[in-house]
């Protein structure tokens, strides 16, 4: 549940899109205008929900899957990735860096 820090409004799945197509991090709330950022929690999450591609990139390699099938599950775990990501935004009214 992605909620904007100032207005309280629900983002829609398409909102919270909307944060990771900005180049910055930042977004813009839909309702309300306010700026909004991605919470250091949910940046944290998408790092380890990355880790995903790599897996399904390298994890076949010893059983040799055929290719077709290999690239299958990669774009699989890509589509993965990006829907896991969308749903796990949380917002935050600041910039959060990770140190
Ligand atoms: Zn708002």
């Known amino acids: 549940m992605a909620r904007c820090t100032k ?3 629900e983002w829609t799945f398409k909102d919270k899109a909307g944060v990771f197509k900005s180049l910055s991090g930042s977004v813009k709330c839909p309702y309300c205008r306010a ?3 991605l919470s250091l929690k949910a940046q944290k999450q998408t790092g380890l929900v990355n880790m ?7 994890l076949p390699l010893p059983f040799g899957l ?30 959060e860096y990770i140190i």
């Open 7 to 9: 207005c309280q409004t």
């Open 35 to 37: 700026e909004q950022f």
């Open 52 to 58: 995903i591609i790599p897996v399904t990139m390298l």
């Open 66 to 95: 055929p290719l077709p099938l290999h690239i299958t599950l990669i774009v699989l775990g890509i589509i993965t990735v990006v829907i896991l990501n969308i749903t796990l935004v949380k917002l935050s009214g600041k910039k």
